[in-house]
């Protein structure tokens, strides 16, 4: 199987624009999650789509946002960026059922705000 | 709130070696935790997962354990190899949700050969 796949690798905005990521996950995986990794805070949870619906979602202000297509694709987007949104973001993907199950995360986006 | 702690920035040791990670957690009581491995410039990779009512789980070189009563968990790798050199995470299910999950900041370990 393939694994999760994020676009693009690498992003240069200025402060003020907009971006969106996206991530593909592993197939028959229905549910998407995003973190952002950053030296200082690690990696902390923005939110989890499951089934094109946001199930769950963490402390982060409204300019981060989401969708799901019903292919379980996924994008996340960040409006007006600020320098402080500069980070790695990751998405994983899981089935969605278990408790248990354990997160398949992609290799990043990396994203510069200048 | 929840807090989740990894005691040690960076550990180095040298090959051959165990080497002993330390995770530890607040306000909570996860009905488990996981060890992810990150490498640089890449998304962490699952290693293992111990249940609440599990006190030890081993996966070849590596052995965890999970002390409910303390809030802790250890994370070992035995026989350590240069290649074991990487960013060790442990992680905690968010409270309410179904597998999203809180990490902590890493440990990040440096084996010499």
């Known amino acids: 199987k393939a694994g999760v796949t994020q676009t693009p690798r690498y992003l240069i905005k200025t402060r003020g624009q907009q971006v969106t990521l996206s991530c593909s996950p592993i197939s028959g995986h229905r549910s998407v999650s995003w973190y952002q990794q950053t030296p200082g805070q690690g990696l902390q949870f923005l939110f989890e789509y499951f089934s094109e619906t946001q199930r769950n979602k963490g402390n982060f202000p409204g300019r981060f946002s989401g969708r799901q297509f019903s292919n379980s694709r996924s994008e996340m987007n960040v409006s007006t960026l600020e320098l402080g949104d500069s980070a790695l973001y990751l998405c994983?993907?899981?089935?969605?059922?278990?408790?248990?199950?354990?997160?398949?995360f992609g290799p990043g986006t990396r994203l510069t705000v200048l | 709130s929840q807090k989740i702690e990894q005691n040690s920035e960076a550990l180095n040791i040298q090959e051959g070696k165990t080497a002993t990670l330390t995770c530890n957690y607040t306000n909570y009581s996860p009905a488990y935790l996981q060890w992810y491995r990150q490498d640089p410039g890449r998304g962490p990779v699952f290693l293992l997962l111990i249940r609440e009512n599990e006190k030890e789980k081993r996966k070849e070189r590596l052995k965890v354990t999970f002390d409910t009563t303390l809030k802790q968990s250890l994370f070992h790798i035995t026989a350590s190899q240069p290649a074991d050199s990487a960013t060790y995470l442990c992680a905690l299910p968010l409270r309410g949700s179904q597998g999203n999950l809180i990490f902590g900041k890493g440990t990040k370990l440096s084996v010499k050969p």
């Open positions: 994983a993907s899981g089935t969605g059922h278990s408790l248990y199950n354990e997160q398949f």
